[in-house]
């Protein structure tokens, strides 16, 4: 056989169905302990429940929210995450996104109409401040100056992602990303202890914790966790205002890249439109279409309600998710100053918030 012959009867472009498979296989070990991890958090607040009643007793009612990420957190500190279930515990941001665009099939489009001007005009009072807020205060604590950028994009709009769209955006170091997502990953734990117990101190209704929420808490995961920690209401309104938050993510990081660019110290925006469109959380879109499919009953009663338990099945592989990717010794090691500037602007943010929405609810009966 000729060498001609022998490189003709080789396939040329062999599809790569092996590698697919085994990519996907990858994933599988690190979902099933994201499932375990969660619903061993549904079934120690179900069994704490039934002891409770069974022998009459009043206990604690903590959600099962909080249970898995405390399973999670503590399997990450202790024995910690192997290296095989990694790439499936990543996936807690996709089940998120996909927690909330199911979660429309709850929402009418009148539902979301009805969070109303004011709550969006506090959406937008929120960003304004924690923007300024955050970069005056970096500034104060001599912070680098795209470390200062990050920290203000991380804690106005959705933390974790915000700043890695901000990262590529304004050509920053991954060193300042690593520092503000370990100060945005560390207080948003914090507020998943802190806001649910300030909430039933000051009385507040399921709809007002949810916005104060949806406006205070960085990250999606734990915004959606804190609100779901009160009451499933509350967890809706969380979501919507937080959702809202997010969609503003592309205009503030294009805002960013302008600016650095104007300075010569990150590439310029030669497609404001394309660029607006790859920054655009998409899972908003799923949200609003499946809002609208249900506004206008293209699902039954039954199949809504389905959609609704899917969401929370997601939203169970999320907050196992968040638990067990919080590395706390990690968080330790980059450094007190972004973290102080962080839980300083986040406690300012989170007061100046809880005050206007209290006093709107008060006023105003949000």
């Not at 969070?115 to 680098?144: D, H, N, P, Q």
């Not at 009451?231 to 503030?252: Q, W, Y």
């Not at 499919?293 to 959609?307: C, H």
């Not at 500037?341 to 009966?365: N, P, S």
Request: hydrophobic letters at 55%; one cysteine or more; aromatic letters at 10%.
């Amino acid at each position: 056989m000729s060498l001609e012959s022998s490189v003709i009867s080789e396939p040329r472009h062999p599809f790569p169905t092996s590698s697919l498979f085994s990519r996907l296989a990858g994933f599988i070990p690190g979902i099933l302990l994201l499932a375990a991890v969660g619903y061993l958090g549904k079934f120690v607040e179900h069994s704490i429940a039934v002891y409770g009643k069974s022998h009459h007793l009043v206990l604690p009612n903590i959600e099962y929210v909080l249970w898995a990420i405390l399973f999670g957190v503590a399997i990450s500190n202790t024995i910690g995450v192997p290296a095989i279930f990694r790439s499936g515990v990543s996936t807690y941001e996709f089940w998120l996104k996909t927690g909330i665009v199911l979660l429309g099939a709850r929402f009418l489009l009148g539902d979301v109409r009805r969070l109303g001007g004011l709550s969006l005009g506090l959406i937008v009072i929120e960003l304004a401040l924690a923007l300024t807020f955050m970069t005056y205060l970096g500034r104060a604590f001599k912070l680098k100056p795209k470390l200062v950028s990050l920290l203000a994009v991380g804690s106005s709009i959705c933390g974790v992602s915000a700043i890695i769209a901000a990262q590529g955006a304004i050509d920053a170091d991954e060193e300042d990303s690593s520092y503000a997502i370990a100060a945005i990953l560390a207080l948003g734990a914090i507020s998943l202890v802190l806001f649910p117990i300030v909430g039933h101190a000051l009385h507040m209704s399921d709809r007002a914790y949810g916005l104060w929420t949806g406006l205070a808490v960085d990250n999606t995961a734990e915004a959606t966790a804190a609100g779901a920690l009160y009451s499933d209401a509350a967890g809706k309104v969380a979501v919507l205002a937080k959702t809202c938050r997010n969609a503003t993510i592309g205009f503030i990081v294009l805002g960013y890249a302008i600016y650095w660019a104007s300075k010569g110290e990150a590439a310029v925006i030669t497609n404001k439109a394309s660029f607006l469109w790859r920054k655009f959380p998409k899972f908003i879109l799923g949200f609003l279409l499946i809002s609208l499919l249900a506004t206008v009953g293209f699902f039954s009663k039954s199949q809504a309600l389905a959609l609704g338990n899917l969401s929370r099945w997601a939203f169970l592989l999320t907050f196992a998710g968040v638990g067990l990717r919080t590395n706390l010794k990690e968080i330790s090691k980059q450094g007190i100053r972004p973290f102080i500037v962080g839980a300083v602007g986040e406690v300012v943010i989170a007061l100046i918030t809880l005050g206007l929405v209290y006093g709107a609810d008060r006023w105003y009966q949000l």
